[in-house]
């Protein structure tokens, strides 16, 4: 869709201030990574414990590269009474989301104070970004049918190519193989909220099969301020439906093992809006008509022990169709389709070198289309491709035979794409553990944002292509650190960003042009605290932002700079209660910095029991202390809701 290029100025509000690139992974290929790589490894067993998962094409060490990743498991997800993956995310450090309304509506994430389209959004390790606006729409997702979430901070081009500037996250609906069994969900709450959920799995002889469906309704609430003149008073909410089908199978040969495996997740659904446009002077309301399909398969042999050869496959399509009609004129409406589909093939060959040496080498191809169906915009061209070839490795080495271990990995990648330039990343990486307590890490890394086809290809009555375009590259360097005292962990991040070449609308001759002309600066520090207290699990995470536009000196608009996230959890025999508090400071509306949004604390509750093994009652409740605060101006965010469920395993 195209954005429209100005938002309402400040609101006056009593507050306080207070989504042929990554197809290689999916969740039976993350399990059949981490058998291979426990047989070919010989680390020690204290190693192997801390091994786990993440949404790269490689398993990784805790203490090796990823003190910046956090992940989700299903329980934490149970526990967090989180009603949609936005308000789950909000709670992890360094993430900050951005609705024009409540739950269901339009989103923007900033990960680290990057922009909205710096951040890669990955479902089951495949990209589902669009191709018109380089962002991923999070309000698609059934939170009920996800299983873990991987959320990597700092640029990662060196593994998944374009638009990783921020990050990653990887979102993974694949269940985890378990014995056969059936489970059924229900649940209501406010503002006419209903969804449900059924999920088979069944495991026979080294095959696992799994099939899901899930749906929800939920009527929503006015968002837009009554005191605006481009306002209206409708509720805006969505519908959505989810289904998926995973097929894996695992067979050992001698010396080889073989998997293979093939994934389909299918997302509908519509959504309503408000849009207040101060450029054109007028409001508009509709819906958004939204489908989205994934399709994606593998094939994997490990052998020797040493060596393994993946080939994997998919194919991504999204469509949106916008109904929009004005708020002044009766009887007029305006529709508009933004389709992508993307397909990528990979292929990756791992070698275990020797003890704790590794080596991958891989190259992705991938071909993108975009399909535009809009009165006032034309797209000139369709169609564009990309060769990526990486490499990388990584070390676990000891100095002196006490010497507790040092971490060295590196990666260089390169991506030619047939409507801008090559780019070229790397990535390096040294890790020392100074005591069993205490690990640190420098870690640099470059990663860049492709011009998007609305940049690059789309005109309309207010806006210019610009084919020319360059890609925004970025530099990250990073200081990690990590102590573990008993119970306790703490976590420490200082780093700074530089992105060159940002692309900026430039509003010049009567149109809006991308242009290349922004360079900006983001230095952030990160604190994070687990710990204990009595029967009471907590975390505490602090985040500090400087995300400042070099040419002004003045601070990005849209994302807040200071981020306090509390959660605490207790569990006691057959229950459970969980609290979540979440502060954000003020925001600049603008690059100007002319207008703020007020910051804002809102605390979120669960409660969970559990009558047998089997059955399970939960209520949470967001917002409980029903704030009303915004993101964007001019738009409500989500007042308080409530959901009472019941799941049932049969």
């Known amino acids: 869709m195209l954005i429209k290029p100005f938002r309402l100025s400040k609101p006056k509000l009593g507050l306080s201030r207070a989504t042929l690139v990554c197809s290689m992974v999916t969740g ?148 985890a193989p378990q014995k056969n069994h059936t489970t059924v969900g229900v649940g209501v709450g406010n503002q006419e909220r209903y969804q ?70 299918h997302q509908q659904g519509q959504s309503e809006f408000d849009d207040m446009n101060t450029f054109l002077s007028s409001g508009s309301e509709g819906t958004t008509d939204f489908r989205q399909d994934i399709v994606s398969g593998f094939s994997q042999i490990s052998y020797q022990k040493n060596f393994s050869t993946k080939l994997s496959t998919s194919f991504f399509e999204s469509e949106d169709e916008y109904t929009s009609s004005s708020y002044a004129l009766a009887d007029t409406s305006e529709r508009s389709r933004y389709q992508t589909k993307r397909a990528n093939l990979s292929v990756e060959n791992a070698w275990n070198a020797h003890l704790n040496h590794r080596f991958f080498l891989g190259v992705e191809a991938e071909k993108e289309n975009m399909d535009l169906s809009a009165s006032y915009a034309t797209l000139s061209q369709d169609e564009r491709n990309n060769v990526g070839l990486y490499i990388l490795g990584d070390e676990k080495f000891s100095l002196t035979e006490k010497d507790s271990g040092t971490f060295l990995e590196w990666s260089i990648r390169t991506d030619d794409n047939d409507s801008f330039e090559r780019t070229n990343t790397t990535n390096i990486g040294l890790g020392r553990q100074i005591t069993p307590q205490y690990f640190t890490q420098l870690h640099y890394s470059t990663a860049f944002r492709a011009p998007n086809f609305n940049e690059l290809y789309v005109e309309g009555a207010y806006s210019k292509a610009n084919p020319l375009l360059r890609p925004e590259k970025s530099e990250l360097i990073e200081w990690k650190h990590l102590w573990q005292i008993e119970t306790h962990t703490i976590e420490m991040s200082l780093f700074k960003s530089n992105v060159q070449d940002l692309i900026l609308s430039n509003f010049k001759d009567g149109f809006f042009v991308a242009e290349n002309i922004g360079i900006a ?54 229950q459970g209660f969980g609290y979540n508090f979440t502060a954000e400071s003020e925001r600049f509306n603008s690059l100007a910095n002319t207008s703020t949004s007020a910051g804002f604390g809102l605390v979120a509750l669960n409660y969970r029991y559990h009558f047998n093994k089997d059955t399970q009652v939960n209520l949470d409740i967001e917002n409980a202390f029903d704030r009303q605060y915004e993101t964007v101006p001019g738009y409500f965010e989500q007042r308080r809701a409530f959901v009472l469920s019941w799941t049932q395993a049969l």
Not at 235 to 264: M, P, Y
């Open 521 to 574: 600066q983001i230095q952030g520090t990160e604190l994070y605290w687990q710990f204990p207290i009595m029967s009471w699990q907590n975390s505490l995470s602090m985040t500090w932002l400087k995300p400042e536009d070099k040419a002004t000196g003045l601070i990005l608009p849209k994302r807040a700079q200071r981020l306090l996230k509390w959660s605490t959890y207790y569990r006691y025999g057959k």
């Open 28 to 175: 039976g290929f993350l399990a059949a990574m981490q058998s291979s790589y426990l047989q070919a490894a010989e680390w020690s067993e204290e190693d192997i414990k801390s091994i786990y998962i993440y949404s790269a094409k490689n398993p990784e060490h805790a203490f090796q590269s990823e003190i910046s990743q956090v992940t989700i498991t299903r329980a934490m997800i149970a526990e967090s009474g989180a009603q949609d993956i936005e308000q789950l995310l909000k709670a992890y450090r360094g993430i900050d989301i951005t609705r024009t309304g409540g739950q269901g509506s339009q989103s923007s994430i900033f990960v680290r104070g990057s922009n909205a389209n710096h951040t890669k959004i990955l479902i089951n390790g495949i990209a589902v970004n669009t191709a018109s606006s380089d962002t991923g729409n999070l309000n698609q997702i059934s939170l009920n049918r996800i299983e873990k979430i991987e959320i990597i901070r700092g640029a990662r081009a060196h593994l998944y190519g374009a638009n990783t500037i921020g990050g990653v996250i990887n979102i993974i609906t694949t269940p």
């Open 196 to 265: 449900a959920q059924l999920a088979h799995q069944q495991h026979h002889k080294g095959q696992d099969f799994s099939a899901s469906f899930s749906g929800s309704h939920l009527g929503g609430q006015n968002a837009t301020q009554q005191d605006i003149a481009l306002a209206n008073e409708d509720r805006d909410g969505i519908d959505q439906t989810q289904a998926e089908l995973h097929w894996f199978n695992d067979v050992t040969l001698n010396d080889s093992r073989l998997k293979t495996g093939v994934s389909i997740v």
